[in-house]
Each structure stands twice: as C-alpha cells, then as structure tokens.
C-alpha cells in the first residue's frame, strides 16, 4: 500500500522509518504500544477517503489518531495497521451565529484561542488541551473540568463530517439546532473511538464568554462531607462551573513532581476545587455559600488571575505528576453520587488484597460521581487490580468507563456495566458501518 498511500498524500507524509513513527506508536501513558505498517498524515477529507479506499482493497486494517493523549490505547496500533493521523485537517472557519467549523485535527487550545479573540468560550476543557484534537475529543465523548455547566463533547456538536470504512463522506454540517429527521449520526459518532468511521470536520456550539472568575479551595473533613457540599454549591451558586475533588495521595505526588508548596497549614482528608464564573465577580455569592458549607475545614481562595491558576495546578497537575512517578493503571469510573464515598473506602482494601503494596491516587470530576481511579506499584498483576476496581464498580451500579472510552484497555471488563443486548445492538451498528473491520480494530468491541 505505500506506494498508492504516498501517491495520496505525499512522500513527506506517509512515515515509515521507526525512528519518525515511534511517537504515533506509544500512547500518553506508555502502557501501550504497537507496530505500525505505515503513519499516514492526509490534509483534506478527501486524502482520507481515498487513504481509507487503498486500506481497504488492500486489506490492511487502519488505526485512527488525533493529538495521541488518549488513556486507554484506543488510538496506538496493535500491531501492522495503517496509522491515519488527522494532525494536519487543522483548518477552523469563522464563528457564525455561535457556532464554528473546525477541521478534526484542530486542538482544543487552538479552538480556545479563536473563540476567546471573538468574545466565546467552548464547553469542553481539560488538561490536555495543548495536544488533544477535536476529533478525538468527539471520537472519546470527552468530559473534563466543565460538564456540569456545558455537558461532555456530544453536547458541543451541531454537525459532523466523517469518513465511512468504504470510503464514502457522511456529512451533516448545517448546524441545526433540531434535526427530528431520524437516527441521530452525528450523536452516534460521539464516542464510537474511531470504530465506526474517521472524524474529518465538526460543527461546534460556543458559549458567550464569562469573564469574571473566581476560584476556591476547599479542606472538607472526610468524602462525605464532600458529596455533602454539592447541594449546597449547586444550589446557591447559579455561577458554579467546576467542582473537582482531589486526596491526599495525589496532592502529596503533584508537590513532589510539580514543587508545589502546600496548600493549607495542614494535611485534610479531601479537597475540593471550585470555580465560579460570570458576567459579574462572583466573588462574594462564592465566599457566603463557602462559609455555611457543612464538614468544612479550612478555604483558600483566588482573587486574580495567577492564584487561581495556582490553585488549579493542585488538580490539573495529577496526571502528570502520577506518570512521573511510574507507569500507573488508570482507571476512569461513575458512581452514583450517593455510593461515592462507600466507593471510595471500600476500593482500597479491594486494590490492596488484588496487589498488596499497590498505589491507588484518586481524584476527579465529583459532580459527575466520576473518579479517576489510578494504581502505581502494581508490578504483573494488572488484570487483577483492574478487576478488582471494575467488579466493585459494577457491584455498586457504576459505569467501568465514564469519559476515557473503552479502548483496548477496557474491552474485557464491557459486560460488567452494558448488557448482552446492548452489546449486540453495538456489534450489529459496527457491522453494518464497518462489515470488515477496517478501523480501529480491537477498540470497543474487541
Ligand atoms: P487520540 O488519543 O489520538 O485518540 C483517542 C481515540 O479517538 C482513539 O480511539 C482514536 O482512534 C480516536 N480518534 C482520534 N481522532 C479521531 C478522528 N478524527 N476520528 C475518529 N476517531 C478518532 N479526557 C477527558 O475526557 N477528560 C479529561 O479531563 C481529560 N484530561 C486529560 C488530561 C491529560 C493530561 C491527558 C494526557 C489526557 C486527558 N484526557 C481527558 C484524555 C484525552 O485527552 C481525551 O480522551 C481526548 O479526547 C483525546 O483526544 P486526542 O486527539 O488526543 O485523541
Ligand atoms: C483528568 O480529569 O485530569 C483526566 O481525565 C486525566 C486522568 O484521568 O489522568
Ligand atoms: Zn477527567
């Protein structure tokens, strides 16, 4: 297939020395990793059709990637695939009526910027906004830091443009606001992880830009009493746009990776993060619900621009930080919120008894229930500590993957939270999207 893939593209642009494929190779997290036949980097919807045409009378399967900071190597070759990177579709239109079309492989911070110079902000963020891509935040359903107020990736999405395994474009671009014309394609696309077709360009929905901002960081004296605050935060706050919650494990590892001093005078037992934006400071209304919030300890809070990056470090910093200190599992689960707290006492003795002196850091996006379950120190015994986290999950009603995806990571541990029925009415849409499984094989569905 080379040849015909760099009559596409170019020579420039289909890579095959090791030494220029390695980065497309291994994913973020350096846990998986993979061979590929060929990385192949088109620049238009067409290069990609036709790319995926050649794959397919070729026979040789294609795995998909965007930015490559996914966390469950759903975007990393198994092993001889074409590679597809859809790095250079970075075109971004103009912003019409609240709404933009961005080229699959525009990053979120390139989005952030276009938007914010034009008086808009866009609903996703997260910590990897300088690589992630559009495409692949649409392709994982991303979450991040601000569902509460704006909801995941698929609520950002007015229109879609993908490439099918037979090469065809399917495109819904007018950016209607209501469609009732049947199956919702564009929502289908949102979360399939490359598996049912290549994400070349998007229609997005913007939000006017809140300029005020104000940032606090809470000690609360246990996890329940942070669940308890949520109430109380989402209520009294209309302004609330972030709550996230850290412990101390992982604030002991980001100071010691990023060198940051400590927060508080002393060590608590839970912390929660919390941002407010608005037209008006939100200053005040932030300060007077804080005061009254119940299992409280201690509060520090951001009144300009770097302190609240500051207190932002101590949770953004997590991710990196853990990955300094080894290769951990990373786990990414749901709970309901009222199990959050048991969740949480109960996950540690299960992680110890799989893998005694295993590691778990634990932190994430509470009002969502979704806690980032990470294990460092667990030697060979990965399967087992996984299972243990996921059989307890399920157990519980929660969901094994709330906003990383499936992945490969994830594929043997699907059955515990979807049905047998729900996994045949995916096998059967992957089926009839993709008869020969051509794109991402191994993703999802096994
Ligand atoms: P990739 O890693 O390249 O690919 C991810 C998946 O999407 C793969 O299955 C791939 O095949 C598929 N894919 C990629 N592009 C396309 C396309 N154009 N068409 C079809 N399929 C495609 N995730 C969250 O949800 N919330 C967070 O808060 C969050 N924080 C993070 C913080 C850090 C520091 C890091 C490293 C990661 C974080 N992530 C988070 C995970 C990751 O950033 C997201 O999953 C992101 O959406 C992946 O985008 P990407 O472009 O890097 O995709
Ligand atoms: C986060 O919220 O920071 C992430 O989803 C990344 C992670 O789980 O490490
Ligand atoms: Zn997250």
């Not at 300088?130 to 569902?147: E, Q």
């Not at 990776?257 to 912390?271: K, N, Q």
Request: hydrophobic content about 45%.
């Amino acid at each position: 297939v080379i040849p015909d893939l760099q009559a596409i593209v170019g020579d420039e642009h289909v890579l095959v020395d090791p030494d220029l494929k390695a980065s497309y190779e291994t994913d973020w997290t350096g846990r998986f990793t993979g061979t590929a036949l060929a990385v192949v980097r088109p620049r238009t919807t067409e290069e990609v059709a036709a790319v995926l045409l050649v794959c397919a009378s070729a026979g040789a399967k294609v795995m998909v990637q965007g930015g490559n900071t996914g966390l469950v190597g759903g975007g990393v070759p198994a092993g001889g695939e074409v590679l597809v990177s859809l790095a250079r579709l970075t075109d971004i239109g103009p912003i019409e009526a609240g709404q933009v079309t961005v080229g699959a492989g525009v990053t979120l911070a390139a989005l952030q910027a276009k938007a914010l110079a034009e008086g808009f902000d866009f609903g996703v963020d997260l910590a990897a906004r300088d690589s992630c891509t559009i495409g692949g935040m649409i392709a994982t359903n991303a979450g991040g830091i601000r569902v509460l107020r704006y909801g995941s990736m698929r609520r950002q999405l007015v229109g879609i443009e993908a490439v099918l395994a037979d090469g065809s474009v399917l495109s819904r671009m007018p950016g209607l606001d209501k469609d009732g014309t049947g199956y919702d394609l564009v929502g289908l696309l949102a979360g399939s992880e490359g598996t049912l077709g290549v994400i070349t360009q998007a229609r997005l929905r913007l939000w006017p830009r809140l300029t005020q901002r104000a940032v606090a960081l809470l000690a609360a004296e246990s996890v329940e009493a942070i669940v308890e605050m949520l109430p109380a935060l989402r209520g009294g706050l209309p302004s609330l746009a972030a709550v996230e919650f850290f412990l101390p494990p992982g604030l002991g590892l980001v100071r010691k990776h990023a060198g940051l001093p400590a927060p508080f005078s002393a060590e608590h037992p839970a912390y929660l993060l919390v941002e407010c934006t608005d037209r008006v400071d939100p200053l005040d209304q932030l300060a007077a619900v804080v005061e009254e919030l119940p299992g409280l300890v201690d509060a520090t809070v951001a009144t300009d621009a770097a302190g609240q990056r500051a207190l932002w470090g101590y949770r953004e910093k997590h991710t990196e930080s853990i990955s300094a200190e080894g290769v951990p599992i990373k786990l990414d689960v749901s709970l309901p919120l009222t199990l959050l707290a048991s969740f949480i006492a109960q996950v540690g003795p299960k992680i110890e008894a799989a893998c005694p002196g295993a590691r778990p850091i634990m932190f994430g996006h509470v009002n969502e229930g979704n806690v980032h379950v990470n294990i460092l120190d667990t030697g060979s015994l990965h399967d087992e500590v996984t299972d243990a986290v996921l059989q307890l999950v399920a157990s519980l009603d929660g969901s094994i993957s709330s906003e990383h995806g499936v992945g490969r990571a994830k594929v043997p541990w699907l059955g515990l939270t979807r049905s047998p029925v729900e996994i045949a009415a995916m096998r059967a849409v992957k089926n009839a999207l993709d008869p020969t499984g051509l794109l991402n094989p191994g993703v999802i569905l096994g």
